[in-house]
C-alpha cells in the first residue's frame, strides 16, 4: 500500500524558519518525481515545489523562490521542504504528491498545517 | 496559463446529473499531441482524490458515472447521477504549460 505521511508543521512566527518532511512508503521513491501543493484554509490548491527522482532537477513557485528549499533522500525514501523567511501567506496545509512521467499527482498524502503568526 | 472554473457553487439533487467546467486561457495540447487536463476531487477534511488524467481517462476505482471530455481550451467533468458521497470540491488542473495550474474549485453539495 502506498503511503505519504507529512510531518513538520505547527505554528511559526513570521520570518522564521521550518522544515517539512515527508515520509514515503509501499513504492520505488527513487523512480517517482515529488512535489509539494499547498492550500491556504478554505481556499484551492496552489503548487509549490518539484524534485525529479534523483533529485538533480528542481523548481519552485515564484512566491516561493529563494525562500524554500526542497531535497530528498532516497535512502530513506523521504522528502523534505525546507521553509525560511515565512509569511503569513505561507499559512496552508502542505501536502506531498508523487508525479511520474506524465502522471500529476496519483498519490497524496494527508497533508500537514503550517500557521504563520505572531 | 489561467484555469476557470463554473459554476464555483453548485447545489445538486441526488440522482441528478452535474456538470462543471473548466476552461483554460491557452490549449493544453502539448506538442507530442496529448493534452494534460485533469479533475481531482476533494471531499470536506481530505486530501485531493484524482479522478481523470489527460481529459477523460477514469483513474482506477473511479465510479463510471464520473466522466470527463473536451479539447483545447474547453472541458467538462460530468456526474451522471450525484450520490452523498460525491459532495466536495472539485479542481481542474492541467500540466501541459509549466507551472502546473489548478482551476478555482467547485463546490458540488446536495440541495
Known amino acids: 500500500e502506498v503511503k505519504l505521511v507529512e510531518s513538520g508543521g505547527g505554528l511559526v512566527q513570521p520570518g522564521g524558519p521550518l522544515t517539512l518532511s515527508c515520509a514515503a512508503s509501499?513504492?520505488?521513491?527513487?523512480?517517482?518525481?515529488m512535489n509539494w501543493v499547498r492550500q491556504a484554509p478554505g481556499k484551492g490548491l496552489e503548487w509549490v515545489s518539484y524534485?525529479?527522482?534523483?533529485?538533480?532537477?528542481?523548481y519552485y513557485a515564484d512566491s516561493v523562490k529563494g525562500r524554500f528549499t526542497i531535497s530528498r533522500d532516497n535512502a530513506k525514501n523521504s522528502l523534505y521542504l525546507q521553509m525560511s523567511s515565512l509569511r503569513a501567506e505561507d499559512t496552508a496545509v502542505y501536502y506531498c504528491?508523487?508525479?511520474?512521467?506524465?502522471?500529476?499527482?496519483?498519490?497524496w498524502g494527508q497533508g500537514t498545517l503550517v500557521t504563520v503568526s505572531s | 496559463v489561467v484555469m476557470t472554473q463554473s459554476p464555483l457553487s453548485l447545489p445538486v439533487t441526488l440522482g441528478q446529473p452535474a456538470s462543471i467546467s473548466c476552461r483554460s486561457s491557452?490549449?493544453?495540447?502539448?506538442?507530442?499531441?496529448?493534452?494534460?487536463l485533469y479533475w481531482f476531487q476533494q471531499r470536506p477534511g481530505q486530501s485531493p482524490r484524482r479522478l481523470i488524467y489527460?481529459?477523460?481517462n477514469r483513474d482506477s476505482g473511479v465510479p463510471d458515472r464520473f466522466s470527463g471530455s473536451g479539447s483545447g481550451t474547453d472541458f467538462t467533468l460530468k456526474i451522471s447521477r450525484v450520490e452523498a458521497e460525491d459532495v466536495g470540491v472539485y479542481y481542474c488542473?492541467?500540466?501541459?504549460?509549466?507551472?502546473?495550474?489548478f482551476g478555482q474549485g467547485t463546490k458540488v453539495e446536495i440541495k
Open positions: 504528491a508523487t508525479k511520474k512521467g506524465n502522471s500529476w499527482y496519483y498519490y
Open positions: 491557452q490549449s493544453l495540447v502539448y506538442s507530442d499531441g496529448n493534452t494534460f
Open positions: 509501499g513504492f520505488t521513491f527513487s523512480s517517482y518525481e
Open positions: 524534485i525529479s527522482g534523483s533529485g538533480s532537477t528542481i
Open positions: 489527460e481529459v477523460s
Open positions: 488542473m492541467e500540466a501541459t504549460h509549466w507551472p502546473p495550474t
